[in-house]
């Protein structure tokens, strides 16, 4: 199985085009965030998520973690996949269930340590699919509250244990680039890889950059070192 490919903060149609072309089972559309880079505004969310042939995924990057403000959030926009970058305790998936029969959930674990394994598999019975990021979920005098793009990896090997725990299959994210997505991969064995500020210069998608990381992931499944084979959700 291939891994997966999704290309995050997309800002325009132009931008989402480009990365359909190159070839990207899935984007990520961030909606109001506290800090971090590719928000868009909810205007744009509802032009971009119909515009997306299929098969390719829209995941709504949201920071909400009240049931009722993310239900408004997905029933407005559609997306394929919501992503929760904010930390919501797993009752709150329960109600989402209820409210949300036919959605896919993405929680996001922010990878600070090995205790990011315990949060991982609390979270994986109410997920589709996880994504591990480098974000800093709780802020401090000395790391201000960041929720991803922080362009940052984290610790792998324990990325690489939560991959081998679970049946969930899982997103990397966190710093990744053309330079190390391929040794990402034979690490961790994800699912899938996620990048933003990787394949971006000046902060707008750069086609070179972008067409350099898919060479290098599909290089290392041309390798015949294939991620782990879990059950694909529905996000991608």
Known sequence: MHTRIKICCIQSVEEAKLAVRAGAHAVGLVSAMPSGPGVI??????????????PVGTFLLTSETSPAAITDHYRRFRPTALQFVAPMEPSAYVRLRERLPGARFVPVVHVTGPASIDEAETLAPHADALLL????????PDEPRRLGGTGRTHDWAVSRE???RLDTPVFLAGGLDPTNVGEAIRTVRPFGVDVCSGVRTDGNLDASKLHTFIQAVHSVAGSG?????KT???TA
């Open 133 to 140: 990021d480098s974000g800093t979920p709780d802020s401090s």
């Open 225 to 229: 070192s294939e991620p782990g084979a």
């Open 232 to 234: 694909p959700p529905e």
């Open 41 to 54: 505004s909810e205007e744009m969310i509802a032009d971009l998520a119909p515009r997306l042939p299929p």
């Open 162 to 164: 939560i991959v081998d």
